[in-house]
């Protein structure tokens, strides 16, 4: 549809994500503090109807995300958005955009565009694209416990955990790990990423969900980007997500995680961990190997061990944390 011609891929350059501004940009936790910010309103997802220059009609999804002081970065997606529509094989394009005043400017390689009052147009010859901002939430956010759950933490207090620490929303900040110690469960947590635009790559809103306190489902502000192994839903060193089903800062998201921990006998091991990730309800692993331990926390070994959710020298946060232990 709008933009599927691989000439227009030509203008993706590579995102530079470097440390640098780790320790100078500014992190913020609260909602209605990050929409003082315009680009707040303006960063997010957008899905219409696209029109080919042959005159075929299709979905089409973008994700904006910000840069600061009114820049963005712009990805195209044909066929909707991640998870709903669009797949890693389709194409997807990357355009750059500006803030004046109460309009953004998008351009690159003969295409144009704009996006005002939550609606995006784009045009490049006679393909053309009206997209209008929405804002999804995951199938399972909210998910009450089942019977026989152990329920880690639901707002209201962090007993469960060593170093909990609460905000005024009723939410957790990362840096905890539970009292408990468990062996194989199907675990659900949910997550909401800090509002960080002057921030890039591991730098830009870090945290981790560690199982069995040595294997790590990375959490970061991976929003627009490819996915890879160090973004959301990434096992480092191990495996990228299938698809990045990251949502951008300040919404809630969901891990719905099946674990199954490593066997020893006799002090060696005699199968490695297992697991399946459903990330904003999409499988993202599907009852992946986990050869070894992950960095950041203590090595393989017999259980049961706890939960670990990494702080990284951010404050992204947690919330409605359950699971339920596998006989």
């Not at 939550?118 to 490049?124: D, R």
């Not at 060593?162 to 110690?181: N, Y």
């Given at each position: 549809?709008?933009?599927?011609?691989?000439?227009?891929?030509?203008?993706?350059?590579?995102?530079?994500?470097?440390?640098?501004?780790?320790?100078?940009?500014?992190?913020?936790?609260?909602?209605?503090?990050?929409?003082?910010?315009?680009?707040?309103?303006?960063?997010?997802?957008?899905?219409?109807?696209?029109?080919?220059?042959?005159?075929?009609?299709?979905?089409?999804?973008?994700?904006?995300?910000?840069?600061?002081?009114?820049?963005?970065?712009?990805y195209v997606l044909i066929g909707g958005l991640p998870g709903d529509g669009w797949t890693p094989d389709r194409d997807r394009v990357r355009l750059a955009a500006v803030r004046e005043g109460e309009t953004v400017r998008i351009e690159g390689?003969?295409?144009?565009?704009?996006?005002?009052?939550?609606?995006?147009?784009?045009?490049?010859?006679?393909?053309?694209?009206?997209?209008?901002?929405?804002?999804?939430?995951?199938?399972?956010?909210?998910?009450?416990?089942?019977?026989?759950?152990?329920?880690?933490?639901?707002?209201?207090?962090?007993?469960?955990?060593?170093?909990?620490?609460?905000?005024?929303?009723?939410?957790?900040?990362?840096?905890?790990?539970?009292?408990?110690?468990?062996?194989?469960?199907?675990?659900?947590?949910?997550?909401?990423?800090?509002?960080?635009?002057?921030?890039?790559?591991?730098?830009?809103?870090?945290?981790?969900?560690?199982?069995?306190?040595?294997?790590?489902?990375?959490v970061l502000d991976s929003f627009g980007l490819t996915g890879e192994d160090d973004e959301c839903g990434g096992i480092y060193k191990v495996k990228k997500p299938d698809v990045n089903m990251c949502l951008p800062p300040l919404t809630w998201?969901?891990?719905?995680?099946?674990?199954?921990?490593?066997?020893?006998?006799?002090?060696?091991?005699?199968?490695?961990?297992?697991?399946?990730?459903?990330?904003?309800?999409?499988?993202?692993?599907?009852?992946?190997?986990?050869?070894?331990?992950?960095?950041?926390?203590?090595?393989?070994?017999?259980?049961?061990?706890?939960?670990?959710?990494?702080?990284?020298?951010?404050?992204?946060?947690?919330?409605?944390?359950?699971?339920?232990?596998?006989?």
């Amino acid at each position: 549809m709008f933009l599927r011609y691989r000439c227009l891929l030509a203008y993706v350059m590579p995102a530079v994500f470097a440390f640098a501004g780790a320790c100078t940009a500014q992190e913020i936790i609260d909602v209605k503090e990050a929409a003082k910010d315009p680009d707040f309103a303006i960063q997010g997802e957008y899905v219409g109807e696209g029109v080919a220059e042959d005159g075929a009609r299709g979905k089409v999804g973008a994700q904006v995300v910000a840069l600061g002081e009114g820049k963005f970065d712009v990805y195209v997606l044909i066929g909707g958005l991640p998870g709903d529509g669009w797949t890693p094989d389709r194409d997807r394009v990357r355009l750059a955009a500006v803030r004046e005043g109460e309009t953004v400017r998008i351009e690159g390689e003969g295409a144009v565009g704009e996006i005002r009052g939550g609606v995006m147009t784009l045009q490049k010859g006679d393909a053309k694209a009206e997209l209008k901002r929405t804002v999804r939430k995951s199938p399972t956010l909210g998910k009450k416990p089942p019977e026989g759950a152990i329920v880690l933490f639901d707002g209201t207090s962090g007993d469960a955990f060593e170093g909990a620490r609460l905000t005024d929303d009723g939410a957790m900040l990362s840096d905890v790990t539970t009292k408990q110690k468990f062996e194989d469960y199907h675990l659900h947590l949910e997550f909401r990423l800090s509002w960080m635009p002057k921030a890039r790559g591991q730098a830009r809103s870090n945290s981790g969900v560690y199982l069995h306190d040595c294997y790590e489902v990375q959490v970061l502000d991976s929003f627009g980007l490819t996915g890879e192994d160090d973004e959301c839903g990434g096992i480092y060193k191990v495996k990228k997500p299938d698809v990045n089903m990251c949502l951008p800062p300040l919404t809630w998201q969901t891990y719905d995680i099946d674990f199954t921990a490593p066997k020893y006998a006799d002090g060696k091991k005699t199968a490695n961990a297992r697991l399946t990730v459903r990330h904003n309800g999409v499988v993202i692993h599907e009852d992946l190997e986990l050869p070894g331990a992950t960095p950041g926390r203590q090595g393989e070994g017999p259980g049961p061990r706890p939960l670990h959710l990494q702080g990284h020298g951010n404050k992204v946060v947690y919330g409605n944390i359950w699971l339920v232990p596998k006989p």
